[in-house]
C-alpha cells in the first residue's frame, strides 16, 4: 500500500465502524420497543383475566402459557434457538437448510400436542384439578401452535429480518388482546382463554410466514435432510440445556424461599425481582441482535468485535440499573402498597448483580454464533451451582435478603465463567488459518465437541 493510500484507509474503516454502531444501535433500540410492547400487551391481558375470573383465571392463564411453551421448547429439540444459526451460515446449504428446519418444526409441534396429551392425567393432578379434565385436554392445542410462533421468530432473526423479529415479540403477545374481547362477547372462563391463545398463536404465525414469504423464505427449496436434521437437533439441544439452567437459576431462589418462607415473603421478593429484572432487556436485546450477526462472521472478526463491546454493554446495564435504583425506594411501596417495603432492600442487591448482565448477553450471543451453545450452557451451569449452594446457606437465616444475596452472586459468576469461555475460544480463535476454524487443542472438553459439522452444499 503505498503512502498516498493509507490516509484514505483510515477514513473508510472509520465510517464502517460508525455505520455498525448505529445499525447495532437502531436494531437494540427495535427489539427493546418489541419486548416493552409485549410486556404492555401481556399486561393488558392479564387485567383483561383477572377482572373476568379472577386470581384463579389468571391463574389458569400463566399455566397455559407457561407449560405448553416449556413442552413446545423441549419437543422442537431448542429449534428455536438453533435456526439463526443455521440460517446465517454461508457453509451450509440454505435450499437444504430452510425445508429441513421448517420439517422439524412440524415434528416438534406434533409431539408437543401429543406429549401433551400423554401427560394430560399428570398435568390434571398436579395443575388443573380445579378446571377438570377437559380443559387439561384442551390444553394440547396451545402446546401444538406455539411451536411455530416460537420457531418462527428464529427463522425472522436468522434471515436477517431483525425488525421483523423485533416486531413478532410484539405481535405474538399483542393479537390474543382483541381475540380474546371478541370471544369474551359470549364466552368466558378458561375455554375462551384457550381459544384465545391458540387463535393468537394461528394468527402471529400467519403473519410470520407472510413476512418470511415476502424475503423469499420458500423459494428454491430442496429435500429436507435428515443428516442435517439431526445436527441441527444437536446443537439446539446443548443450547437447550442453557436455557433450563437459565430458567433454574432464575426461579430457584423462588422455590426455596417458598418452601422455606412462606407465600407473604416470596411474594415481596417476587415484586424485587421483577423490577430489577428489568435491567436485562437491553442485554437481552443485544444477544438477540448480535447471535445471527456472529454466526455469518469468521470466528476471528466476531472474537474482535466481542472483545470491543464487553465494555459498553456493562456500561449500558449499569446505565439502566441506576434509575432504576433511585426510584426503587418510593415506586415499590407507592405501586404496592406499604407491605412491600421490605422488598427495596433485595431489590439493590438484586440490581447489583444483574447489572452483569449485558455482558451476560453478549458473550453468550457469540458463543452461539460461533457454534459453541454447550460452552454458554456449562457458564450457566456455574451459575445455578452458585445459587443453589449460596440458597440453601443463606436463605433459610436471611429470607428475601439471603435470597437476594445468592441470586446477585450467581449472576456474576455466570458471567465471569463465560468471560473465561471467551477467552479460551479467543485464544483458539487467534490459532486459526483463514481458510476456517481448526479443531479445539486436546483437553478443550465441551468445546471440542460443540461445533456443529457444517453440511457442505451440494
Given at each position: ?14 465510517a ?11 436494531l437494540?433500540?427495535g ?8 410486556l ?13 375470573g ?5 391463574g ?7 407449560l ?11 429449534l428455536?434457538?438453533a435456526?439463526?444459526y ?13 425445508p ?20 394430560s392425567?399428570?398435568a ?19 402446546s401444538?401452535?406455539?411451536?411455530f ?11 436477517d ?101 412462606g407465600p ?56 439502566a ?16 402498597g406499604?407491605?412491600?417495603?421490605d ?18 448477553g ?18 450457566q ?11 440453601a ?10 435470597a ?48 456443529p459439522a ?5
Amino acid at each position: 500500500m503505498t503512502d498516498t493510500q493509507q490516509p484514505a484507509a483510515v477514513p473508510a474503516a472509520e465510517a464502517d465502524a460508525g455505520r455498525l454502531r448505529r445499525r447495532l444501535l437502531a436494531l437494540v433500540a427495535g427489539n427493546m420497543a418489541g419486548r416493552i410492547g409485549a410486556l404492555g400487551s401481556l399486561g393488558i391481558a392479564t387485567i383483561l383475566v383477572a377482572r373476568i375470573g379472577g386470581p384463579k383465571l389468571v391463574g389458569a392463564f400463566t399455566l397455559v402459557r407457561i407449560l405448553p411453551g416449556l413442552l413446545c421448547q423441549l419437543s422442537s429439540a431448542g429449534l428455536p434457538g438453533a435456526a439463526p444459526y443455521f440460517l446465517a451460515r454461508d457453509s451450509y446449504d440454505q435450499s437444504r437448510v430452510r425445508p429441513t428446519l421448517a420439517w422439524l418444526t412440524v415434528i416438534g409441534a406434533v409431539l408437543g400436542g401429543v406429549g401433551w396429551l400423554a401427560l394430560s392425567p399428570l398435568a390434571y393432578l398436579v395443575f388443573f384439578k380445579s378446571f377438570g379434565i377437559w380443559i387439561t385436554i384442551a390444553a394440547a392445542a396451545p402446546s401444538f401452535t406455539q411451536g411455530f410462533v416460537s420457531v418462527g421468530k428464529g427463522l425472522l432473526q436468522g434471515t436477517d429480518d431483525q425488525p421483523g423479529a423485533s416486531l413478532a415479540i410484539a405481535v405474538e403477545e399483542f393479537v390474543f388482546v382483541p381475540i380474546y374481547l371478541v370471544l369474551l362477547t359470549g364466552w368466558y372462563g378458561p375455554g375462551a382463554l384457550i381459544a384465545g391463545l391458540v387463535l393468537a398463536d394461528v394468527a402471529a404465525a400467519a403473519w410470520i410466514a407472510r413476512r418470511l414469504a415476502t424475503r423469499g423464505f420458500f423459494r428454491g427449496w430442496g429435500r429436507p435432510d435428515r443428516r442435517l436434521g439431526r445436527t441441527i437437533a444437536g446443537y439446539g439441544v446443548r443450547g437447550y440445556v442453557g436455557q433450563l439452567i437459565d430458567l433454574l437459576q432464575l426461579r430457584f431462589d423462588m422455590a426455596l424461599l417458598g418452601a422455606l418462607a412462606g407465600p407473604k415473603v416470596l411474594g415481596v421478593y417476587t415484586v424485587a425481582s421483577k423490577f430489577a429484572e428489568l435491567v436485562q432487556l437491553p442485554g437481552l436485546a443485544v444477544n438477540y441482535v448480535l447471535y445471527p450477526d456472529f454466526a455469518k462472521e469468521d470466528r476471528a472478526k466476531a472474537t474482535r468485535r466481542t472483545a470491543r463491546l464487553i465494555l459498553p454493554a456493562l456500561g449500558v446495564s449499569a446505565l439502566a440499573a441506576v434509575p432504576l435504583a433511585l426510584i426503587a425506594g418510593t415506586a415499590l411501596p407507592w405501586i404496592f402498597g406499604d407491605v412491600f417495603d421490605d422488598a427495596v432492600v433485595p431489590t439493590y442487591i438484586r440490581l447489583a448483580g444483574v447489572v452483569t448482565f449485558g455482558v451476560t448477553g453478549l458473550i453468550m450471543a457469540y458463543l452461539y454464533g460461533v457454534g459453541r451453545p454447550g460452552a454458554a450452557s456449562t457458564g450457566q451451569g456455574i451459575g445455578l451451582v452458585v445459587v443453589v449452594v449460596l440458597g440453601a446457606i443463606l436463605i433459610p437465616r436471611h429470607g428475601a435478603v439471603g435470597a437476594a444475596i445468592a441470586t446477585s452472586v450467581s449472576f456474576v459468576a455466570t458471567t465471569a465463567a463465560l468471560l473465561a469461555w471467551f477467552q479460551h475460544v479467543r485464544k483458539t480463535a487467534a490459532r486459526e488459518p483463514a481458510a476456517g476454524p481448526v479443531p479445539d487443542a486436546p483437553g478443550a472438553g465441551l468445546a471440542a465437541a460443540d461445533d456443529p459439522a457444517p453440511h457442505s452444499k451440494g
